[in-house]
């Protein structure tokens, strides 16, 4: 279902303004639909955690970039470019974890927003991972509450729940709604 | 009728209190052990089982 994907070119690394200690860096890619340029980001955390999110180029000083929807209906291949992008850094580094939140739409010429829990983003993006990649690889942790959900890596130096309370002490510095 | 001011060191006392009020998430997560941080957040380790029966098709991937 998500095996199509658009080509990422690569915008550089940029460290990160604050905690560097925690958040190591920043990868920035881009990637075009036939109609909108994206930009893709990596944060890339301690312990091996990294972070997917991606907007549209048009709304990147946008406060809302993540929420907004681009009515293009390409959700599939943005999604397996996502997949792809979890293959990457697999790749470069084989104790690779993963997380993303599932935002909740705005629209902003109504002003209407979703609700943050169980967003229909994250319903999707909960499908992909479930299906391109299972519990051999992973152990699946999820948050309904805030539409969140991380993969964690099955690793011999550390337990799954471990590893997923260290991660969120990492994380719980930088997102605020992580922790509310 | 005079209006009582909080003495200085009151004040002070009362502006920790708030930032406190403000990082209280944060406060809570650094006060409590690290499995009740995980529990207070709402996440849920799933079981492999569940990932299995809410699969379509078997899983595509096998990561390094």
């Known amino acids: 279902m998500f095996d199509s994907f658009y080509e990422l070119s690569g915008l550089g690394n940029t460290s990160s303004p604050i905690k560097p200690n925690l958040r190591t860096k920043i990868c920035k890619y881009r990637f075009c639909t036939p109609e909108i340029n994206y930009i893709l980001e990596v944060e890339c955390y301690k312990f091996n955690f990294y972070v997917i999110q991606y907007y549209n180029r048009k709304y990147k000083n946008h406060p809302r970039k993540y929420q907004i929807l681009t009515n293009e209906h390409k959700a599939r291949p943005i999604i397996g470019t996502c997949m792809k992008v979890i293959q990457m850094f697999s790749e470069m580094d084989p104790l690779a974890s993963f997380g993303f939140i599932g935002a909740n739409s705005y629209d902003p010429i109504t002003g209407k927003e979703e609700k943050i829990d169980s967003t229909k983003r994250w319903k999707i993006y909960k499908y992909a991972v479930e299906n391109e990649y299972g519990p051999e690889t992973f152990k699946h942790a999820i948050n309904k509450l805030n539409s969140s959900y991380i993969l964690l890596r099955r690793r011999n130096d550390m337990a799954p729940a471990k590893l997923l309370d260290n991660i969120l002490t ?11 | 009728m005079s ?15 708030f930032s406190d ?10 006060n409590n052990s690290i499995s009740e941080v995980r529990a207070s957040i709402g996440f849920t380790l799933r079981s492999d089982d569940s990932v299995r029966k809410s699969q379509v098709k ?7």
């Open chain 1, 170 to 180: 990492v994380v719980s510095e930088f997102y605020e709604k992580a922790a509310s």
């Open chain 2, 3 to 17: 209006c009582k001011t909080a003495p200085k060191n009151k004040a002070s006392k009362m502006n920790n209190a």
């Open chain 2, 21 to 30: 009020m403000k990082h209280s998430s944060v406060i809570r997560l650094k």
């Open chain 2, 58 to 64: 078997g899983y595509k991937y096998i990561l390094p």
